[in-house]
């Protein structure tokens, strides 16, 4: 494994981070420990020293699970990152999720601390003043219950950039794959700041281990094994990323991500000339891509968006059209769907009543209600 320094807080991180969002989960909706212990526990023995969780992951128990997996291990030595979003709190409440993070956890300190889905407004309003949960976070870090505070972020750019510029941070968590590329300049600028910089979905959200692309085989190197391979290994040769954190929810997927991160150099200069090649020739389908966030949901009528989009991804971006036509089949008729470790539930796209609830929470401004309309188009036909 390798490891970068995190900012300028001492800290160095594994070049693969644990995300714990989508850690196994039992029928009533919390972690299944039995499964999700040993998963952490063999990414800590590959090297993986940085996991992250949220407050609300897995009902609140993703949490319980990774402090259940770190118990054997020297603490001092793992890096471990939750999240509490601010946007309806104020101080007082922040530190009474904070204490119970750390029960939740049992550890007596969180090292990165991050204020959740942060968006200037918000930090303007929740963050600063004298009942702000910035101040709640530097009592906090006083008193040695966090050690440094983070932010991640699905604002614009521009906003993102104020918010590293603020000079409050010491870290960043933002979405960078090769499909979608908008936070390139705030990478970085955080790392210009010296802050961490920790890349959320480097495999889109599990998205591109679906994709087959062998009709692109020429512009790929020999030594890519696969699409995650490809993925991670492209998100780390930027050298403004610190980690590439990887919701993992297999053992396969957690052995496969951390050979990736094992390289000292992802490409060679002649791979990445590659590399840069293919990247062209799949900008097309960034405007296209749902990276299945979820901020759009629950929608009222009961549709599930994500679910609707990850199907017709199958087909519009890895041309698996027989599959994903069939998938939504079984969808129309109520039955629920696990691909990829996603789970499918709600309502196919038929059932879209065009309300627009959705469109404003979307962080991509996806038009979801005209894409929804294409997936009945093309998939229900």
């Known amino acids: 494994m390798q490891y970068r320094a995190y900012g300028k807080t001492g800290l160095r991180a594994s070049t693969l981070g644990f995300g714990a969002m989508r850690l196994p989960a039992r029928e009533d909706g919390t972690c299944d420990y039995d499964r999700a212990v040993p998963m952490l526990q063999r990414a800590i ?17 993703s949490e319980v699970a990774v402090g259940k997996a770190i118990k054997p291990y020297e603490r001092a030595k793992l890096i471990l990152s939750t999240k509490i979003p601010i946007n309806d709190l104020y101080g007082p409440e922040w530190r ?21 889905n942060l968006h200037w407004q918000v930090f303007q309003e929740h963050g600063l003043g004298e009942n702000g949960c910035l101040k709640a976070a530097r009592q906090a870090q006083a008193e040695g219950l966090i050690r440094h505070l983070a932010f991640s972020s699905h604002d614009t750019p521009e906003n993102v950039i104020r918010l590293i510029e603020t000079g409050e941070f010491d870290g960043v968590l ?4 090769f499909l979608d590329r908008r936070m390139e300049e705030p990478i970085r600028r955080a790392h210009e700041k010296s802050l961490g910089v920790v890349v959320m979905g480097p495999v889109g959200g599990g998205r591109l281990s679906m994709w087959d692309p062998q009709a692109l085989r020429d512009l790929i190197p020999e030594s890519v ?20 954190l990887s919701g993992m929810n297999t053992l396969e997927m957690i052995e496969q991500n951390a050979s990736s991160a094992s390289r000292e150099q992802p490409f060679t200069p002649q791979e990445q000339e590659m590399v840069n090649r293919l990247l062209a020739k799949l900008t097309e389908f960034a405007n296209l891509y749902c990276t299945g966030c979820g901020y759009c949901m629950p929608c009222p009528n009961g549709v599930d968006i994500p679910g609707n989009f990850l199907l017709m991804n199958y087909y519009r971006v890895y041309g698996l059209r027989e ?18 470790g996603t789970r499918i539930a709600g309502k196919d796209a038929s059932a879209c009543v065009q309300c627009g609830t959705c469109e404003p929470k979307c962080p991509q401004n996806i038009p979801i209600i005209e894409q929804l309309e294409e997936v009945e188009r093309v998939l229900g036909a």
């Open 225 to 244: 094994v696969s699409a995650p391979d490809l993925a991670i290994r492209w998100v780390l040769s930027n050298p403004n990323v610190t980690v590439a």
């Open 45 to 61: 023995e590959l090297g993986v020293n940085y996991i992250d969780s949220a407050w609300g992951y897995i009902n609140g128990t």
């Open 323 to 340: 599959y994903a036509t069939r998938q939504y089949a079984l969808l129309k008729q109520g039955k629920e769907l696990w691909l990829q």
């Open 96 to 116: 009474r999720r904070l204490e119970v993070q750390l029960q939740r956890f049992d550890s007596p300190y969180i090292d990165v601390m991050h204020m959740h």
């Open 174 to 177: 933002l979405q960078y794959n």
